[in-house]
């Protein structure tokens, strides 16, 4: 068993039988405070209470807030600041420059300091912030704050590759290079291609500083060169499975094996369309998609890895949607604790629950931040 899970697994009389910590990969949660302007401090339920009549995708059906991730023993997340250029001719929608991107993302930044100063939710960066965050939350949950580590969702917000060095002190950790269509760096999401002539020197600047590199929105041809010139950490914070749903966002088997083979992680995120082949997102009904569905795709990456050590949580579930567009057996957050049930009804043993529920991604950070990250 691997030595994060002694700390890591604590029991209380809930809904349902026992409660186990969840690391949770890939979160908007600053995105949905600011572009949404939802109050995440308050009870799902209120927030939904407070869109009433609003009928613009997504409102009423929220699934994250504050509350329901203590509720769900989420004591780490990677967050997310997110800001892209427009691109495709105005089919990928955003802002029109990188400055406005920065100013955006720093912005998001802003956000979680300012729930850091009310205790609210506190920053991991580095190996003895993550230890002692775990030690704390072991001893005392009801009152240590929620750790995040600050994660960015598409590149744009980095101006030049000189900026590396700042977003670094100022505490990011990874970095993916694009979002949905082209970003000033690569080609990513149903935007077929490769890296632009800016991305080398920017993953050269992340790879001397440390940053980890996210995978996750890559077009197939940016994926295969990216991985030919980085050669730190790896990991996909919110990624399914191609043999499932055959889209460009989804991870094709031999893209599984080679993450798995640098070492990298994959969290398995819980959109119903990348779930559920043919998933109308305009008429939605998920109600094929369940949290089976979901260990379908967390047992898929285990059998191409060989192991479960490769396999995690990334929900993405406050990624501009709601519980239209979620497993059907979610309604917040707080019910990915039925998920360990699932897994051991399949045959996983506790050690690999705990491995998917937090401990990979426990491990993977350590890695990295330890100076053997690289693949």
Not at 62 to 84: D, K
Request: hydrophobic residues 40%; negative net charge.
């Amino acid at each position: 068993m691997i030595q994060v899970c002694a700390l890591t697994i604590n029991c209380y009389p809930l809904t349902i039988q026992t409660i186990m910590l969840i690391v949770d990969s890939h979160l908007d949660l600053a995105y949905n405070a600011i572009e949404w302007n939802r109050d995440i401090l308050q009870s799902v339920a209120a927030i939904r209470a407070s869109e009433k009549g609003m009928t613009e995708k997504g409102r009423q059906g929220n699934t994250v807030s504050i509350p329901a991730l203590r509720e769900g023993e989420f004591g780490l997340c990677f967050v997310t600041v997110h800001s892209r250029i427009e691109s495709c001719e105005g089919k990928f929608k955003g802002v029109r420059n990188q400055d406005i991107a920065y100013s955006k993302a720093q912005g998001e930044l802003a956000f979680y300091r300012s729930l850091q100063r009310k205790g609210i939710l506190r920053q991991v960066t580095d190996l003895e912030s993550l230890n002692q965050h775990l030690t704390d939350w072991e001893t005392n949950p009801d009152e240590t704050p929620i750790g995040f580590v600050l994660t960015m969702e598409g590149a744009d917000p980095v101006v030049d590759p000189d900026q590396v060095i700042d977003w670094w002190e100022q505490g990011l950790r990874s970095i993916s290079l694009v979002h949905y269509g082209i970003s000033s760096y690569a080609h990513g999401t149903h935007a077929p291609g490769g890296l632009l002539p800016r991305a080398k020197p920017l993953l050269k600047a992340m790879d001397e500083v440390g940053m980890i590199l996210d995978i996750s929105h890559m077009a197939e041809g940016t994926f295969y060169e990216a991985l030919e010139i980085f050669n730190g950490s790896l990991m996909a914070t919110h990624n399914c499975c191609h043999v499932f749903v055959p889209d460009d966002r989804q991870l094709k088997d031999e893209q599984i094996k080679i993450l798995a083979e640098r070492n990298a992680v994959i969290g398995v995120a819980f959109d119903a369309w990348m779930l559920v082949p043919d998933f109308d997102k305009d008429n939605p009904d998920p109600s094929d998609c369940t949290l089976n569905t979901v260990a379908d795709n967390i047992d898929h990456i285990c059998q191409i890895a060989g192991n479960a050590n490769h396999a995690a949580i990334g929900t993405d579930l406050d990624g501009g949607y709601g519980n239209e567009q979620t497993p059907c057996d979610v309604d917040t957050i707080a019910d990915l604790q039925k998920l360990p049930e699932i897994l051991r009804s399949r045959g996983y043993s506790e050690e690999d629950v705990e491995n998917i529920m937090h401990g990979n991604w426990i491990r993977h950070l350590r890695t990295a931040w330890a100076g053997g990250g690289k693949g």
